[in-house]
T-cell receptor
């Protein structure tokens, strides 16, 4: 079975600063990887996903993530954050070749200060 | 187009009562998921429907939880004899097919058991 670890429950950052939200997974088979964002009082929406191909994935709102197979990581980055990026971010992993039901991490709360 | 909708948005009930939560997926989406989101716990998978296949119930925490999906569209999650630990936000998501597709989430139902 797969598992996902988001090491940081909360990440405070100042506006226009860069940010990295960490995600590590464990799996014995190939995986698909996702980042979802949940803005206050809204449902989750997809930021980006890695299925295959280039390990650098670009998503909406200027976010990107890099799949690192050797380190089993899929960290999310943004070079300059805005107040509007304040939200809960969830990393998820699903297994290739089987049930695609994703396993979600516990989430990281990104708090952007002015 | 219309997204995933859930009703009610909030439900307060007394311990021991039964509750029904409804999910209307995006039209044409064959896959439907139910999750439970507790504070600081991330998303917990409950049940997965795919087309006419038997549902994957592996995430249901007890036999007090059940779900059905009628006509391959609307789904109802039923919790019998509710307990205080059932208090959480219940999320529904749908996706196009059975692969590692993007999940589209509803706004959730916040259940409070007194």
């Amino acid at each position: 079975a797969q598992s996902v670890t988001q090491l940081d429950s909360q990440v405070p950052v100042f506006e226009e600063a860069p940010v990295e939200l960490r995600c590590n997974y464990s799996s014995s088979v190939s995986v698909y990887l996702f980042w979802y964002v949940q803005y206050p009082n809204q449902g989750l929406q997809l930021l980006l996903k890695y299925l295959s191909g280039s390990t650098l994935v670009k998503g909406i709102n200027g976010f990107e993530a890099e799949f690192n197979k050797s380190q089993t990581s899929f960290h999310l980055r943004k070079p300059s954050v805005h107040i509007s990026d304040t939200a809960e971010y969830f990393c998820a992993v699903s297994l290739s070749g089987g049930s695609y039901i994703p396993t979600f991490g516990r989430g990281t709360s990104l708090i952007v200060h002015p | 187009g219309a997204g995933v909708s859930q009703s009610p948005s909030n439900k307060v009930t007394e311990k021991g009562k039964d509750v029904e939560l409804r999910c209307d997926p995006i039209s044409g989406h064959t896959a439907l998921y139910w999750y439970r989101q507790s504070l600081g716990q991330g998303l917990e998978f409950l049940i997965y429907f795919q087309g006419n296949s038997a549902p994957d119930k592996s995430g249901l925490p007890s036999d007090r939880f059940s779900a059905e999906r009628t006509g391959g569209s609307v789904s109802t999650l039923t919790i019998q004899r509710t307990q205080q630990e059932d208090s959480a936000v219940y999320l529904c998501a749908s996706s196009v097919g059975s692969g590692p597709d993007t999940q589209y989430f509803g706004p959730g139902t916040r259940l409070t058991v007194l």
